[in-house]
């Protein structure tokens, strides 16, 4: 069975930094595209990041030059730094599984497995 | 950077009622289009990859249909336990996955 199980969140004023964590079990990270999605409170979902089998990294505007991903292939983790927090990135964040697909001749992707997500409060 | 555009934002309907949400992309996604199910205070669900291939274990009164920049996700028959927020995502400018900002289904 597959599980993605977040740590890490929690309060912090802004400027400061957080480092957030995924354990993943059932597959390997080395094997996978893993993704970061993350939703502030009461608004729709935000992807923000992803790490390619290859460990090529993608970041989206908003958090390009302050978020990090970053992968331990001996534990099995994904970790996802955070620097120069902001209020606005206050939000529940999602490691995802991005699992590719091959229908028709075609690949597509799509995030399969989730985590429970985990909170953090960008706030002085 | 593509836009996504879900409509309606929200709508209300009865158990047994077929519901319809629409997504469009500002430019065009072929095939490249997920449907997500999202309940308060969990993490979201995949209902449908590809526009129309239902994930392994959702109901079959989900369908999805579509391509190019318009798509659709419909429940053919509302159940108690499907009064969620969906929500579209585009997978083919990769690797940004875009969502749309969500259908709140309520009773």
């Known amino acids: 069975e597959v599980q993605l199980v977040e740590s890490g969140g929690g309060s912090v004023q802004p400027g400061g930094s957080l480092r957030l964590s995924c354990a993943v079990s059932?597959?390997?990270?080395?094997?996978?595209?893993f993704s970061w999605v993350r939703q502030a409170p009461g608004k729709g979902l935000e992807w923000v990041s992803i790490?390619?089998?290859?460990?090529?990294?993608y970041y989206a505007d908003s958090v390009k030059g302050r978020f990090s991903i970053s992968r331990e292939d001996s534990d099995n983790t994904l970790h996802l730094h955070m620097n120069s927090l902001r209020a606005e990135d206050s939000a529940v964040y999602y490691c995802?599984?991005?699992?590719?697909?091959?229908?028709?001749?075609?690949?597509?992707?799509?995030?399969?497995?989730w985590g429970q997500g985990i909170l953090v409060t960008v706030s002085s | 950077d593509i836009q996504m555009t879900q409509s309606p934002s929200s709508l209300a309907a009865s158990v047994g009622d077929r519901v319809s949400i629409t997504c469009r992309a500002s430019q065009s996604l072929y095939n490249s289009l997920n449907w997500y199910q999202q309940k308060p205070g969990r993490a979201p669900k995949l209902l449908i990859y590809a526009a129309s291939t239902l994930n392994s274990g959702v109901p079959s009164r989900f369908s999805g249909v579509g391509s190019g920049t318009h798509f659709t996700l419909t429940i053919s028959s509302l159940q108690p336990e499907d009064f969620a927020t969906y929500y579209c995502?585009?997978?083919?400018?990769?690797?940004?996955?875009?969502f749309g900002q969500g259908t709140k289904v309520e009773i």
């Open positions: 995802v599984r991005d699992q590719w697909y091959y229908l028709d001749r075609s690949g597509y992707y799509a995030f399969d497995h």
């Open positions: 995502q585009q997978s083919y400018d990769t690797p940004r996955r875009t």
């Open positions: 790490i390619y089998r290859s460990g090529s990294k």
């Open positions: 059932g597959i390997t990270v080395t094997s996978n595209y």
